[in-house]
């Protein structure tokens, strides 16, 4: 299993199981693949409003430069169902 993640665009808000989705978060997907993960969170009560998705791989990339963090200030979270 790996691990993507997705962001969220200014007007995507999203409550699912008690956990609020905005654009200050990263939502963390355990699936087999990308294509997997955005299935998912498609037939999830998100949809089509997330901004885009990221593997762990490219995440750890982005993270290397310090300011890609700082957009999302709240940090990574899990949805029960999701991750």
Known sequence: MSKY?????QTHTHKINGVLLHPDVLLEVDAESE??????????????????????????QLGEKAEFFSYFPEGVVRVEGLS
């Not at 993640?5 to 665009?9: D, H, I, L, N, T």
């Not at 998912?40 to 998705?53: H, L, M, N, Q, W």
Request: proline fraction near 0%; charged fraction near 35%; glycine fraction near 10%.
């Open 5 to 9: 993640y997705f962001s969220f665009g």
């Open 35 to 60: 294509g997997e993960a955005r299935e998912r969170v498609f037939a999830s009560e998100i949809g089509d409003k997330f901004f885009t998705s990221y593997s762990e791989e490219r995440l750890k």
